[in-house]
């Protein structure tokens, strides 16, 4: 029996060990010199090198994020939409809730500790137009525009449209025009706005906005389709903008300066006497700047140039 109680003895001195241990208050196990890292939520990996598609919501709908961060009392997030700025805060502001206008967003969350260490997310938001709203949608090329020249937006709903918000100025009365390749608005692109990307807005007769995604202005000679393929000694179409300020095109060491059809979106040549292969394809304009071709979303000064006495 006295063994018994021994061991009983025992036992409730262990156990009121391990209440004393839990009753303690919790303590953190990072500090300022710890690495960031966003814990959720999990953003997709890039696709081919390009930006996966992190939220696909309604434009009705607000973009509602949460962050979860370490270490959270020693950081700032920092929060931007296609490359702007649009909010920051340190722990107790790790969230975003905002309207957006229909369109595609480059959406990037940047986490930065007291010791100056970063990380960061990004990903597109996708923001869905309401099947009444003015839309529009990119068709091919026409989201390259130039200043003072005609453009067009593709979509529906288009006849609602009076107004054109485009690089800060207002573009009054588009022309709206049904057509079987697809209702469209024609308009002018202002004179004064600077090369860029821009997002363009459609504003309604009550003065309603509706994103519309976005065009890039630019002054160059820019080539956009048309080019990668020719046949020696045949005629040979090239599409962009600004091409009628194109003087010459170089292929294979042979310059062509005469063009038998030359026009702001359209130059036509005669292809050189070439042999069959791959060749680099440069050019000049009026005033010496060089030409630019449009590959991947990015600008060139070369094209190269598979040319073939196979006509396809």
């Known amino acids: ?158 006849q609602k449209v009076t107004a054109i918000l485009l690089g800060g100025s207002t573009i009054t009365a588009p022309t709206y025009v049904e057509s079987a390749d697809g209702d469209y608005l024609e308009y002018t692109v202002p004179t004064d706005v600077n090369e860029g990307n821009y997002r363009i807005v459609l504003q309604d007769a009550d003065g309603n906005e509706y994103g519309a995604d976005m065009v890039k202005v630019t002054n160059a000679s820019l080539i956009i389709s048309g080019a990668n393929r020719a046949t020696a000694n045949v005629d040979w179409t090239i599409s962009g903008i600004n091409l009628e300020n194109i003087a010459s095109l170089t292929i294979g060491g042979q310059t062509v300066s005469q063009f038998s059809n030359q026009s702001s979106t359209e130059i036509t040549l005669t292809c050189p006497n070439l042999s069959d292969g791959s060749y680099t394809l440069t050019g000049k304009t009026r005033s010496g700047e060089a030409v630019q071709f449009l590959n991947d979303n990015a600008t060139t000064t070369e094209q190269t140039v598979t040319v073939s006495t196979e006509i396809t």
Not at 16 to 34: Q, R, W
Not at 46 to 72: E, H, M, W, Y
Not at 119 to 131: K, W, Y
Request: hydrophobic residues 35%; charged residues 25%; contains cysteine.
């Open 1 to 158: 029996m006295k063994k018994i109680y021994i061991a009983l003895f025992a036992l409730l001195a262990v156990g009121s060990t391990f209440t004393a241990c839990t009753e303690e208050e919790p303590f953190a196990t990072v500090t300022e010199n710890d690495d960031p890292h966003i814990l959720a939520p999990i953003f997709p990996d890039r696709t081919n090198g390009q930006l996966a598609t992190f939220a696909n919501i309604s434009r009705d709908a607000n973009l509602s994020i949460a962050l979860t961060v370490t270490p959270k009392d020693y950081t700032t997030v920092t929060w931007f939409i296609d490359g702007q700025e649009v909010e920051s805060g340190t722990d107790s502001d790790k969230a975003i809730n905002r309207s957006l206008k229909a369109g595609t967003y480059n959406l990037k969350i940047e986490v930065e500790t007291v010791k100056g260490k970063k990380t960061s997310r990004e990903g597109l938001v996708v923001v869905n137009p309401l099947a009444d709203d003015p839309q529009s949608k990119e068709v091919a090329f026409e989201r390259m525009v130039s200043p003072g020249k005609t453009a067009r937006l593709y979509g529906s709903n288009l």
